[in-house]
């Protein structure tokens, strides 16, 4: 992967063809689901954006002919807020719940970093309900995020869940009087970032916020109930603390999704309860998870996502949306793939068969060749340079071509043709008179 400007990468074609063929395979599933694609524009208006955003994150738009002209437009930062905006306008017109994906890239004025791009792409599915969704929502895009990246040949990854009423909830129990609800936010905070602070730095912040050396004691505790055991004993942990009515909301909720993805066959390896997984300040109200390689470290999550209230309250007060979504992180994902060999780079072409061409008087013929191959849906290059056959032979074979079809005039005439595995050497006469079902299958 290489750039020139720095944070926004480019692929080089076989990277690019890597890219796109976990692409794919993203979409292919979003749809086996039931997902409908949707796309919105690069740009919304500032006003828009920044119901979510903050200034600094936003690359701003002006008219490039009026040097005076104030900034009115923003590329998009994320493809939440667009879809929010989205919704707002033309909830009309859908069908709730509502089952989208967008796969698109999105623009941050973030310092770029390994994983941490100004220019990316998210893979995003969301459900929305007007007024209520139910829990088995939650279940389900858990369920699908963790089947399309087990189908990715990925390493062992697994999904920490939490529920953000259990952390507030708990954080509402240890932190009361002066200015509770700044000092529990701002907990919130530190807890969201801890893995990326010392020991120290994370417990000499959490005393600036007045918690007492006993709740200090109490935060750890409960900070640290993943190591506890499985999520069962975890739960039976959880529930006879009863410290408030959300807190309660809380581990039901997380109970009821866990429940719902073993009924879906979702293994217990795959989903562990972290109660210090926040995911943001804000923005979620409900489950949240997060998706992370079980051995690599450098990387940080490759999907998470969460529960959501109200969608569209700071664009539209006219209805109430409640959604669930989660977003993979391929512009993340793939070059870390790429670099530890666990995705397939050696194709620098889409084509799976290359026309040779032996006599250039007959080019019309070749072409016409090759146009009948694509009619069967087989991806056909033509090699249209005036190179000797050994030479177009080796184009194929740089390129990844598995294929090359070899054919003189002579031939040509007498409607045959020899195509030739590359990789396994193997040779067979055709008939190109009447290609069928035999050249497909002998294609594949």
């Known amino acids: 992967m290489k750039s020139d400007i720095s944070g926004f990468p480019e692929f080089l074609p076989n990277e690019q063809i890597a890219f796109n063929s976990v692409m794919d395979a993203i979409r292919h599933h979003f749809e086996l689901y039931g997902f409908v694609p949707m796309d919105t524009p690069a740009v919304e208006r500032i006003e828009t954006l920044l119901a979510k955003g903050n200034d600094s994150e936003i690359y701003g738009l002006y008219r490039l002919a009026d040097e005076n002209s104030k900034k009115s437009l923003g590329l998009r930062f994320d493809l939440t807020v667009p879809f929010a905006r989205y919704v707002a306008s033309h909830h009309g017109n859908m069908i709730f719940p509502h089952k989208r994906y967008q796969i698109a890239p999105v623009w941050r004025g973030e310092r770029p970093q390994f994983g941490r791009y100004r220019q990316f792409y998210q893979c995003d599915v969301d459900i929305i309900g007007e007024e209520e969704l139910s829990l088995e929502h939650d279940a389900e895009i858990v369920k699908l995020i963790t089947e399309t990246l087990r189908d990715l040949n990925i390493p062992e990854f697994s999904t920490k869940i939490n529920n953000r009423k259990l952390l507030t909830g708990f954080l509402k129990h240890i932190i009361v009087g002066e200015k509770a609800e700044e000092r529990i936010i701002e907990c919130m905070r530190l807890i969201d970032k801890m893995e990326k602070m010392s020991v120290d730095e994370f417990w000499s912040d959490i005393s600036l916020?007045?918690?007492?050396?006993?709740?200090?004691?109490?935060?750890?505790?409960?900070?640290?109930?993943?190591?506890?055991?499985?999520?069962?004993?975890?739960?039976?942990?959880?529930?006879?603390?009863?410290?408030?009515?959300?807190?309660?909301?809380?581990?039901?909720?997380?109970?009821?999704?866990?429940?719902?993805?073993?009924?879906?066959?979702?293994?217990?390896?795959?989903?562990?309860?972290?109660?210090?997984?926040?995911?943001?300040?804000?923005?979620?109200?409900?489950?949240?998870?997060?998706?992370?390689?079980?051995?690599?470290?450098?990387?940080?999550?490759?999907?998470?996502?969460?529960?959501?209230?109200?969608?569209?309250?700071?664009?539209?007060?006219?209805?109430?949306?409640?959604?669930?979504?989660?977003?993979?992180?391929?512009?993340?994902?793939?070059?870390?793939?790429?670099?530890?060999?666990?995705?397939?780079?050696?194709?620098?072409?889409?084509?799976?068969?290359?026309?040779?061409?032996?006599?250039?008087?007959?080019?019309?013929?070749?072409?016409?060749?090759?146009?009948?191959?694509?009619?069967?849906?087989?991806?056909?290059?033509?090699?249209?340079?005036?190179?000797?056959?050994?030479?177009?032979?080796?184009?194929?074979?740089?390129?990844?071509?598995?294929?090359?079809?070899?054919?003189?005039?002579?031939?040509?005439?007498?409607?045959?043709?020899?195509?030739?595995?590359?990789?396994?050497?193997?040779?067979?006469?055709?008939?190109?008179?009447?290609?069928?079902?035999?050249?497909?299958?002998?294609?594949?």
């Open 209 to 444: 916020l007045k918690v007492s050396e006993k709740d200090s004691t109490k935060l750890k505790s409960f900070l640290d109930v993943d190591k506890r055991g499985k999520n069962d004993e975890i739960l039976k942990m959880l529930k006879p603390l009863n410290f408030n009515e959300e807190f309660n909301a809380g581990v039901s909720e997380l109970a009821n999704v866990l429940d719902l993805l073993k009924k879906f066959d979702i293994e217990d390896r795959y989903v562990r309860i972290s109660t210090k997984l926040a995911r943001g300040l804000s923005y979620y109200t409900g489950i949240v998870f997060e998706t992370v390689f079980d051995d690599v470290k450098d990387i940080g999550s490759i999907a998470g996502g969460g529960r959501y209230d109200d969608l569209t309250s700071k664009i539209s007060a006219d209805n109430k949306f409640v959604g669930v979504g989660a977003s993979i992180g391929i512009s993340r994902l793939v070059p870390k793939l790429i670099e530890r060999g666990l995705l397939n780079c050696d194709k620098s072409a889409t084509a799976q068969l290359l026309v040779t061409v032996q006599n250039r008087n007959f080019i019309g013929s070749y072409m016409k060749l090759s146009g009948k191959f694509r009619k069967l849906g087989i991806k056909t290059e033509t090699y249209l340079q005036n190179k000797s056959l050994g030479a177009q032979i080796g184009y194929a074979s740089r390129k990844g071509i598995k294929y090359v079809l070899i054919a003189n005039d002579v031939e040509l005439l007498d409607n045959k043709a020899i195509i030739r595995n590359l990789e396994t050497k193997e040779q067979h006469v055709i008939r190109t008179k009447y290609m069928g079902k035999e050249v497909v299958s002998l294609l594949r």
